[in-house]
């Protein structure tokens, strides 16, 4: 199976706080937010993973090298310019071709045992998933948005932001048939998020609901919570 980071992103919203730097280098507890999302996964069996880069690549690329001072190996698939998430994962999948593949986005954590994850897609492929992805049950999904699925953990529809409600949100740990990523129109900007998984609703995608500890860095305002209480990250990558 293939291990895909995405982090890719520009990070305007976070410039105040971190300056130039990309997103998923942003410090909490003194390493790069990315640091803890590699330790989780090789805590969780992952140990060959790539990352997918764009803006300030060439930071990442520097600070984190082949993996080997994390206990992992990584390689990069870089954007030539920008490609959004899911023209960034297609790019990677003709770099690095796999039956499956697993997923991250670089600017959140869910505190879970990833392999369970992929445990729970095998499973369901008999039932027709192509798309697994993980969802955190938050008690206000106002900056999110919701997803919604039925008994069987099929997901039902993406639902608008609305202030103040609670649900269950998209996590950004997915796993992925190679079929998804292949179907992806090469070399134009694709978002997985808002075109590719949105157009799998009723055609097997799955989620899976988590009572966990979950946090991203995508605003100042969360981004800065997560600085204050980190220790969740920093247990589920130790």
Do not use: W
């Not at 390493?31 to 060439?58: C, E, I, K, N, S």
């Amino acid at each position: 199976m293939r291990t895909f980071i995405l982090a890719g992103g520009l990070g305007t919203r976070l410039r105040d706080v971190t300056g130039e730097a990309p997103k998923s280098m942003a410090q909490v507890a003194g390493r790069p937010f990315l640091a803890y999302l590699l330790l989780q996964l090789r805590r969780d069996g992952f140990r060959d993973v790539v990352v997918l880069t764009g803006y300030g690549a060439d930071a990442i690329e520097r600070y984190f090298g082949t993996g080997g001072s994390l206990g992992v190996d990584i390689t990069y698939s870089r954007e030539p310019l920008p490609l959004g998430t899911g023209g960034a994962l297609r790019l990677a999948a003709t770099r690095s071709p796999g039956e499956r593949y697993l997923v991250m986005n670089g600017d959140s954590f869910l505190d879970i045992h990833v392999d369970a994850l992929v445990h729970a897609h095998r499973s369901a492929v008999a039932r027709g998933a192509v798309a697994t992805v993980a969802l955190a049950r938050v008690p206000d999904a106002a900056r999110f948005g919701t997803v919604e699925i039925d008994a069987r953990g099929t997901v039902t529809r993406f639902v608008e932001k609305s202030a103040g409600s609670r649900g269950d949100i998209n996590a950004g740990i997915y796993v992925l048939e190679a079929s998804v990523i292949e179907a992806i129109e090469p070399d134009r900007p694709v978002s997985l998020e808002r075109e590719i998984l949105a157009g799998l609703v009723g055609r097997g995608l799955m989620g899976i609901p988590y009572e966990a500890a979950f946090a991203d860095i995508g605003v100042p305002e969360s981004y800065r919570a997560l600085c204050a209480d980190p220790e969740p990250l920093i247990a589920a990558s130790s």
